[in-house]
């Protein structure tokens, strides 16, 4: 079993977690102190590349290496920005982090922001994250309290500061470069990548450093340990902990802090206390709805980048949405395939009209008015659009059809036979969010 016991990111301590004083206990603010007196941005650089730290975001992208590229871009005039913008179905780990230990994140920022000789540093924030918002701006304003944030920092001449930004109101929102362009007043719309990457056309059209708020958490107790206390967990290419995001069919949904590698298996019935009722496991997101998901023989893969892209999916933000047996996979799939169809942004016109098509055609079949014709254009739309647009929505929504059409066709075609739904009625339950 490979439980971890003692939280390595969010800490058990005496007081309020989210008060300047209590996280000083553990040593807040001391990697800060120790990057503005004592390293170099090259310094802190190699310290990232040797913990093998990666991104937990999304894509996995080592983190050191993405920091030496911007900190040795020959454009002077650089950004930084972190990416609180979550908003995808089954994701809440942002939240979280920011609610119980935003100086550790402010910190992390403050360490980017340095290291990457930013000109102005923000952090984005989801627009419904209203409480967390607020206290974010109070933790903000303790630290500029104490000297930490300001002018001329534990007096080495360095001035710097932190804004936090609120954000876009959409999923698409929460890619970087679609981020980037709702900061700058313009619809919150990606850009082609390549050739616009952030790091080299970010903010403004200058080199921008863009991690999210998880990553930048882990940089402060990096810095602080050592990166040899890092690997002590996790995989070898992945090492480290990650905050994955449980809900959907467990008895306990929420925030669990585990090692890399753990398993589906230990993830569900460890962290979630196993399905409700007695019920069994049907299916799992292990990244979220833009990713294949995994059948009930498959809850030992190991939860890291790597194993789950070569078992033909991904981890993504470690949104991890359980399905159990007595779930419509057609229904499922409909109610994410609306949500993807209503989260488009409208530029790329496979993704505008695709995600309506995808959509329009899951909700003929749940009815029970579908034909054997439609499965077949369901698969041949899949592969008309995917990999077509600016971003992954259209690519997640045809992996989503895709991928429930491969491991539950016996359940299209029942409904096809049947003409209509062989599942109970579904409960009403809120829009997908």
């Known amino acids: 079993m490979s439980t971890l016991l003692e939280p390595r990111l969010v800490h058990k301590v005496e007081g309020n977690p989210w008060d300047i004083a209590t996280y000083m206990k553990v040593g807040g603010y001391e990697a800060w102190k120790k990057c503005v007196t004592q390293l170099t941005p090259e310094q802190i650089v190699q310290e990232l590349k040797s913990s093998g730290l990666r991104g937990r975001g999304g894509a996995g992208f080592p983190t050191g290496v993405k920091w030496d590229k911007v900190l ?61 918002r607020e206290n974010l701006k109070k933790a903000l304003a303790e630290a500029r309290q104490r000297g930490f944030i300001g002018k001329n920092v534990f007096g080495s001449g360095i001035d710097i500061d932190l804004e936090v930004f609120e954000g876009h109101g959409s999923y698409v929102a929460g890619e970087e470069t679609a981020m980037l362009e709702s900061m700058q007043g313009r619809p919150a ?46 995989t070898e290419k992945c090492p480290g902990t990650m905050m994955f995001s449980l809900s959907g069919a467990v008895n306990r949904p929420g925030v ?22 007695g019920r069994k496991i049907k299916a799992v997101f292990p990244g979220g709805p833009a990713f294949s998901m995994v059948t009930a023989d498959q809850l030992d893969l190991p939860m890291d980048f790597d194993s ?4 033909g999916t991904g981890l993504g933000s470690a949104g991890v949405i359980v399905v159990d047996d007595a779930t419509c996979m057609v229904r499922q799939t409909l109610k994410f395939s609306n949500f993807f169809k209503g989260e ?86 809120a829009a997908v969010h």
């Open 344 to 429: 488009s942004c409208g530029q790329c016109p496979p993704c505008r009209m695709g995600t309506i098509n995808l959509a329009t055609l899951m909700t003929k079949i749940e009815a029970g008015e579908g034909t054997q014709k439609d499965l077949d254009s369901l698969l041949q739309l899949c592969g008309f659009v995917k990999g077509t647009g600016y971003c992954t929505l259209v690519t997640g929504a045809s992996v989503l059809v895709q991928s429930s059409l491969k491991l539950f066709r016996h359940e299209f075609e029942e409904h096809i036979r049947l003409q209509r739904c062989p599942f109970p009625a579904a409960p009403v339950e």
């Open 256 to 277: 669990y802090e585990m090692p890399m590698g753990v398993s589906i298996r230990e993830l569900v019935e460890t962290c979630g206390g196993g399905v409700p009722g």
């Open 72 to 132: 040795n871009h020959r454009v002077k005039e650089r950004y930084f920005v972190c990416n609180a913008g979550e908003h995808e179905p089954g994701t809440f780990k942002d939240r979280h982090l920011l609610k119980t230990v935003p100086h550790q994140l402010i910190e992390g920022c403050l360490i980017a922001s340095l290291t990457a000789r930013a000109k102005a540093s923000f952090i984005y924030v989801n627009h419904e994250y209203h409480e967390e």
């Open 308 to 311: 789950l892209k070569k078992a």
């Open 189 to 234: 719309m990606p850009r082609q990548k390549p050739p616009f990457y952030p790091t080299d056309f970010g903010l403004y059209g200058k080199p921008t450093l863009v991690n999210n708020v998880e990553t930048l958490c882990n940089i402060p107790r990096i810095l602080y340990k050592g990166a040899s206390w890092f690997t002590e967990v996790g």
